[in-house]
């Protein structure tokens, strides 16, 4: 299973990740408590073992951007986690090589199902908030996710933690799942909790 640890951004978290060996560290680059610079980034890029792969989040950023902090980290992914569609992954296809996903901030059915027609290489089903575009700790319905055709393969986000994600694979099976606020206590990266997590997901670590 695909492991995503998103909001790296202290060298603490660079050390935890080489530790337990996620597949992929996220760093966002939009309005978070987590939000990096392009150059908070890079540095961090240095600290990480080169098989370790990066994705950039950004929420409605322009595309000429967007690959300027691309080829600034360098990234290996781009994941757009706002309201982008179907012209804005063409511009951004037309700017930069990465890898692009395609988050879904998850209401009903439809959202899934609607996502799934754009063609982003991957998409990431996430909770949906009024008050954030990702990262608030708050879980997907499942019955939802039970409801949709799903026939694109996909990430899990969402208030994903060492409490619930067993119960949650045991229900639904994703590609790979995405956590951030769930391997943090008191808002910073714990290596315990993301030690438990690659023990759940099957992940590297050992």
């Known amino acids: 299973m695909i492991v995503k640890m998103c909001g790296i951004r202290r060298m603490e978290d660079a050390e935890y990740a080489n530790e337990v060996h996620p597949d992929y560290v996220g760093f966002v680059f939009a309005e978070s408590k987590r ?18 792969c990066c994705v950039g989040v950004f929420v409605n950023e322009e595309p000429e951007q967007i690959a300027r902090i691309a080829a600034q980290v360098p990234l290996d992914v781009i994941q757009l986690h706002g309201d982008e569609g179907e012209e804005q992954i063409q511009k951004l296809r037309s700017v930069c090589g ?33 008050e954030a ?8 319905d499942l019955a939802l996710l039970r409801k949709a055709n799903i ?28 956590l951030s606020s769930g391997i943090e206590t008191d808002g910073c990266k714990d290596l315990s909790k993301m030690r438990e997590i690659m023990k759940i997901a099957g992940g590297n670590d050992e």
Do not use: C
């Not at 939000?35 to 370790?52: H, P, S």
């Not at 208030?159 to 995405?178: A, F, M, R």
């Open 35 to 52: 939000k990096v610079t392009g150059e908070m980034a890079a540095k961090l890029r240095e600290k990480l073992g080169k098989e370790i």
């Open 98 to 130: 990465q890898e692009i996903w395609k988050a879904a901030r998850v209401r009903t059915v439809k959202d899934m199902e609607d996502v799934q027609k754009l063609s982003a290489d991957r998409i990431l089903l996430d909770s949906f908030s009024k």
């Open 133 to 140: 575009y990702g990262g608030t700790g708050k879980t997907i």
């Open 151 to 178: 026939t694109k393969p996909y990430l899990l986000a969402g208030g994903l933690t060492t409490e619930n994600l067993k119960y949650i694979l045991d229900q639904i099976h994703p590609e790979g799942i995405d």
